[in-house]
């Protein structure tokens, strides 16, 4: 093997491979590192010790497939990363934006059976009427928007003029109506692009055929088939032949078909992921669609963290930052206003908020063209998969040791004319045996060598990760939790702590306003307006109105409901303010927005500057309410006098302290005057100037309520008892993030309230590395808590060993989300910045779904271990009968057609029985899985060491004392040993149905619990029965088997139902807590030492 240096990973103990404990230091120094018996010691000889693919070197992950023995080099690693479509994707990416109408014609011309699209000529002109539907063609918008022609906008009258002429509205958006869309659609094109085919089931049979071992046994078989005709004549000679390449092709098909049902499924969780959910604006309301129904002519909002979504001009814009790197190629920031208004399909947004006026979608962007050109999924490798490669790869160095050795014994006792037929005839005497029964005998003989191989290398023990994921992934969906990396669904049955946000996470998101203070007056109920000088509600509905990104809706006709969009703050403050009677259209028309501070979450605030019809300039601000009032130096009574507010400082402290105690946020509108004269006139000094945020009025403080989502408490508990932690990191007051913990049980008592169990983000962070690293194991709750704070959390945990899954919604949240083992984003209030830079997806931001994401996680660790003990067991057996009986008698029981259904049987339909069993509750009552815990347990030792010794012995039994059992005067001796053979065969095939029960509970005593449940389980034990039965009774002239009598059928049936009641004797052997592997590895090494030691 060769040599390779290994990437840190955090992580506990383990075997890389799972026979062989190599294991990656921890980042921490510790004494370990100066002792040579240490466990946790590196190997860095073990290609296969990748503990975290998330950020692999590609050198680690190629050096892996180096080392690997395989057979089918194509379905082994069809799966895992390409590390070649990387560079092809900058290639083609590169190659789109120097000739994207040279593509995009191509596409044109391929796609025009399939759809019409309204083209002209290229050059951007004045409009002219297009189809007398829209007075601008596609072609100038399309030309316009690549080139960024500011000019050719100007000639359509700027982005106004260019809304009129697509008959749109740049406030209201187009109306929408089903016939406006196809209108849209017929004109310019549909926001998709024609995706690369998955693919075929072609493709997959032809893969299946490139194992060398079934292409060796195909030759043999056409070779045998060749000469048993030649010598025995058609209607017997091709039996041999014949029986091997049907069984062969039995063995492609069925494989090609289980791979095929694997892609079909990947493809499906590939599509769920483009399908981006957004909002825009169509007559007049907000609306959510998915992004493939967007249309030219569309008003698409835009705030931090959404994606562009197709091609477009902005409209309004306030600090409005674009990150073009996705389509560039460069981490350059662009700032975007009216002198670089042009969009680009598939960029972020960095930061500020605007609008955008939708000009090209599909194939009529680079982005389309970008997708259309490439495949989106990779592949990607898990550690799972790497250490289960390492596992086939040592059984298959053994296997093929046995199968050249079987080779070297079976043809010296050919040769040397030890071996005889059935009827006692000596195979091979020198001068007599003709040149054909020879080459005969040898094909026979290669062939079983052969068949060996291919049932020693366990080619489906890695691409049973695969199938267990893709059975994993699908079901996960129905438990709202999107995988976007395959590694993070396993990686998440290893996680130790879990660091969830507050708010739609651990609570419903359905915010609602229950406490108000104007001045020192708490309004009671909080709408209540006969409280309210008319000049003060002014002020509150005008901050509220204008520093917002939510919108108010009100149907012009039938007088239906209210609508209000937004965050959920946002929603829970604008309905407050409706029900104080504010019309959101007169308050946002009575002034201008003059610049816009965006919501930050490092300063917890939002701000925004009005210019109002007399000239006055108001600055409103909103945020965290200890920050605002921090900010405040008078406030408003409600009659509407100007007060000084040191005094009354403690009072509206002591407010939000109550209101934080009772689980609300609190959250602040103070407002001042400022001076127009003061204003930068000029618009870049403008966009760089910042709003002033001291010498506030305090105009308003409310407390919203959020709710603990039900069955929080539960999945908490849940956790706790799987030896899970769940933390809880949240922008949010320490007091009312201390009351949510103890409402949903992460704080069992007031009692644990104390720091450093609760901490606020600022002090934490002020901390050195190495206090973050000590106190980070003991934080329970961080309140007032910054993306970068969270960050430092996952950092300190992680070098303390842990392994960390960690939640965010917000753009800043990304670097938080990258560095966590796993990465979980929301799915409804998640950016998409954050969902691309985690893991995984949680639909219904739900924390319980986190909890469910963990089970199968673990499910998927216990199904591969299930697998992998059957799996070996199986080999086991297989491999020490045929070595026995090859080496003593020269003949073997097992032949290369009974081998192949066997190894159908263990490979292909026992992955498909055991790694699709669903997660039980039991799962979650043991301590998570050190991700460098060896694969194959003492436990799963102990089972597979039992249950390979009964059937060897009792198959040892039959070979050697079959015939004296089973001969009587009717029958020919050659029939006896036909007989005696057939009986091994069946009673090998029912031990591992009935060895397959026993695999599913490796450590509990009742085997059948929910085995009813599992239909695909059932379904296949039953169909190895049937095809069992069919096999030996009907197919005797392609297996070399004979019928059997129903003494001998019940006595197969005894000898594999035998297996049940050992299994349950055998789990009553004790265990050693150490592994086996670190044990033998420990003595391996002192025994090194000691040979060091005596060499000096």
Not at 235 to 258: C, K, N, P, R
Not at 338 to 345: D, E, I, T, V, Y
Not at 689 to 700: F, I, Y
Request: glycine share 8%.
């Amino acid at each position: 093997m060769s040599h390779m240096t290994t990437s840190t990973s955090r992580g506990s103990n383990s075997s890389s491979n799972g026979l062989l404990p190599v294991t990656i230091a921890s980042d921490r120094p510790s004494d370990h590192a100066t002792n040579d018996d240490d466990d946790d010691a590196v190997d860095p000889n073990d290609p296969f010790d990748i503990t975290h693919t998330k950020n692999a070197p590609p050198e680690a992950l190629k050096r892996w497939r180096q080392a690997s023995f395989v057979l089918n080099a194509s379905r082994r690693f069809r799966y895992t990363l390409d590390l070649k479509k990387d560079e092809e994707r900058e290639l083609k990416k590169n190659m789109i934006r120097s000739h994207a109408q040279v593509i995009r014609a191509a596409l044109l011309f391929r796609l025009a059976g399939e759809c019409e699209l309204v083209t002209s000529t290229g050059a951007v002109v004045s409009p002219t009427p297009v189809g007398d539907e829209y007075a601008v063609g596609l072609e100038q918008l399309v030309s316009m928007t690549k080139n960024q022609n500011v000019s050719a906008l100007q000639q359509f009258e700027g982005v106004k003029g260019l809304a009129k002429l697509l008959q749109s509205n740049p406030e209201k958006g187009i109306s929408g109506d089903d016939a406006d869309l196809l209108k849209r659609k017929n004109a310019f094109g549909t926001n998709t692009y024609p995706r690369k085919k998955g693919r075929s089931f072609w493709r997959f049979l032809w893969e299946a055929w490139q194992d060398l071992t079934l292409i060796i046994l195909i030759i043999a078989a056409v070779v045998s088939l060749i000469l048993g005709i030649k010598t025995e004549g058609l209607e017997q000679g091709w039996y041999d032949g014949g029986s091997i390449f049907f069984a062969v092709i039995l063995v492609i098909v069925v494989t090609a078909i289980s791979d095929y049902r694997q892609s079909l499924q990947f493809q499906n969780l590939n599509s769920e992921k483009q399908n981006i959910k957004l909002e825009i604006i169509r007559g007049g309301r907000t609306i959510q669609i998915s992004i493939f129904d967007i249309v030219v002519g569309d008003v698409v909002p835009l705030k931090i963290g959404d994606q562009v979504p197709a091609d477009g001009v902005l409209i309004t814009g306030h600090s409005l930052a674009i990150d073009e790197s996705s389509m560039t190629g460069e981490s350059k920031i662009i700032h975007k206003d009216q002198k670089a208004p042009f969009l680009m399909s598939g960029c972020k947004v960095a930061d500020g908020v605007g609008a955008m006026l939708v000009t090209g979608v599909g194939i009529n962007t680079e982005w389309g063209l970008l997708m259309a050109s490439i495949s989106e999924d990779t592949g990607e490798e898990t550690p799972l998969q790497v250490r289960l490669n390492g596992v086939a790869t040592f059984i298959g160095i053994v296997g093929l040791t046995v199968a050249v050795s079987v080779l070297a014994v079976l043809l010296g006792r050919y040769f040397s004319g030890h071996t005889k037929d059935l009827n006692g005839k000596v195979q091979f005497v020198a001068g007599v045996t003709g040149i054909s029964e020879v080459v005969d005998g040898v094909i026979k003989i290669f062939t079983i060598a052969v068949t060996i191989v291919v049932v020693a290398v366990p080619e489906g023990l890695p691409l049973a990760v695969t199938l267990t994921l893709a059975y994993s992934m699908r079901k996960m969906m129905a438990d709202k939790a999107l995988v976007r990396r395959l590694s993070a669904c396993e990686t998440m049955g290893s996680a130790t702590t879990i660091c969830s946000d507050k708010t739609g996470t651990l609570t419903l998101n359905q915010m609602t306003v229950v406490e108000a203070y104007v001045g020192r007056k708490k309004l009671n109920p909080p709408d209540d307006l006969t409280k309210l000088h008319p000049e003060v509600l002014s002020l509150i509905n005008e901050g509220i109105a204008q520093n917002t990104t939510g919108n108010v809706f009100v149907p012009k006709v039938g007088g239906g409901e209210v609508e209000v969009s937004g965050s959920p703050t946002e929603k829970a403050i604008l309905s407050w303010a409706v029900k104080l009677e504010m019309n959101f259209e007169l308050v946002r028309s009575n002034s201008t927005i003059l610049h816009v501070f965006p919501f930050n979450s490092e300063k917890k605030r939002g701000g925004v500057a009005l210019k109002l019809t007399d000239s006055t300039v108001h600055i409103h601000w909103k945020g965290a309410a200890e920050i605002v009032l921090g900010t405040c130096t008078q406030y408003v009574d409600s009659d509407g006098h100007l007060k000084s507010i040191e005094e009354e400082k403690v009072f509206f402290k002591n407010a939000i302290e109550d209101m934080a105690a009772q689980s609300l946020r609190c959250v602040a509108i103070a407002y001042r005057s400022y001076d127009l004269d003061k204003i930068p006139s000029n618009e870049d000094e403008l966009d760089r100037w910042s709003l002033p945020e001291h010498e506030l009025v305090l105009l308003a403080i409310v407390g919203i309520k959020d709710p603990c989502r039900p069955g929080v408490k539960g999945a908490v508990r849940v956790c706790t008892e799987a030896g899970v932690k769940v933390r809880m990191v949240t922008g949010d007051n320490l007091q009312t993030a201390k009351a949510i913990a103890l409402e949903c049980g992460i704080l069992m008592s007031s009692e644990d309230a104390v720091e450093p169990n609760i901490i606020e983000g600022k002090t934490f962070r002020e901390l050195s590395e190495n206090e973050r690293e000590q106190i980070a194991k003991r934080i329970t709750v961080m309140g007032r808590s910054s993306p970068t704070d969270k960050l430092l959390l996952v950092q300190a945990l992680r070098k303390g060993g842990e392994v960390v899954a960690v939640t965010g919604d917000g753009t800043n949240d990304a670097p938080a989300l990258h560095e966590a083992d796993i990465g979980l984003s929301m799915g409804i209030q998640g950016t998409e910045v954050a969902k691309e830079s985690s893991d995984i997806i949680i639909l219904d931001d739900n924390f319980a779904s986190v909890v469910k994401v963990v089970r199968w996680g673990r499910s998927v660790y216990a199904n591969i271990q299930k697998f992998i003990q059957f799996q070996l067991t199986v080999n086991v057996a297989a491999l020490v009968i045929n070595v026995v009986a090859a080496i003593s008698s020269g003949d073997v029981p097992l032949n290369a057609v009974q081998l192949l259904w066997v190894n159908l049987i263990m490979d292909t339909l026992g992955a498909l029985a055991l790694a699709t069993e669903a997660p039980t509750d039991s799962l979650m009552h043991r301590a998570p899985v050190g991700r460098r815990e060896p694969l194959i347990t003492n436990v799963m030792w102990r089972n597979l060491t039992v249950q390979a010794l009964y059937q060897v012995a009792v198959l040892l039994v039959l070979n050697f004392g079959g015939e004296s059992i089973l001969r009587n005067n009717q029958d020919s001796k050659a029939h006896t040993i036909q007989m005696k053979n057939t009986l091994i065969f069946n009673a090998f095939v029912f031990c591992q149905v009935f060895n397959e029960f026993n695999a599913r509970k490796p450590d509990e005593m009742n085997v059948f619990r929910g085995v009813t449940k599992n239909r695909l389980f059932m379904g296949i034990v039953g169909m190895t029965f049937v095809l069992q039965i069919i096999i030996i009774e009907f197919l005797g002239k392609f297996t070399t088997t004979v019928k059997l009598d129903w003494k001998l059928w019940l006595a197969s049936l005894c000898i594999g139902l035998f297996s049940w009641p050992l299994a349950i004797v055998g789990k009553f052997i004790p265990v050693p807590k150490t592994p086996l592997s670190r044990t033998f590895m420990r003595s391996f090494r002192r025994l090194r030492k000691s040979r060091a030691g005596a060499g000096e």
